[in-house]
């Protein structure tokens, strides 16, 4: 088992930015891959970023890419994601996920086997 937790959510206005983090627990050797989806209310769960934590390999949505960045501290067990020039349409629940060696498509919320309980991120315009 693994456990996620996230922090790091917040009310920012548009433009602003954040840093949210996931610290694992338990058997996190199996988390070969983390990752960061959201849910907006009325929507899906959608694909946000991915890091390989061996080798840092990093994976973005196309809506994000350019404004957020993944990285982990292996050290910590920590992965975050920096938020920056945000925008209305990025408010949503973030949730961080946990994948083992085997995967799939990382951009794909079926690869992922653990998950966090979420944290809410709300940009004002």
């Known amino acids: 088992q693994v456990q996620l937790v996230e922090s790091g959510g917040g009310l920012v206005q548009a433009g602003g930015s954040l840093r949210l983090s996931c610290v694992a627990s338990g058997r996190t050797f199996s988390s070969a891959v983390m990752g960061w989806f959201r849910q907006a209310p009325g929507k899906e769960r959608e694909f946000v970023a991915a890091i390989i934590r061996s080798m840092g390999n990093t994976y973005y949505a196309g809506s994000v890419k350019g404004r957020f960045t993944i990285t982990r501290d292996n050290a910590k067990n920590t992965v975050y994601l920096q938020l920056n020039s945000l925008k209305p349409e990025d408010t949503a629940v973030y949730y961080c996920?946990?994948?083992?060696?085997?995967?799939?498509?990382?951009?794909?919320?079926?690869?992922?086997?653990?998950w966090g309980q979420g944290t809410q991120v709300t940009v004002s315009s």
């Open positions: 996920a946990s994948a083992g060696p085997a995967s799939g498509s990382y951009y794909d919320r079926q690869t992922y086997d653990y």
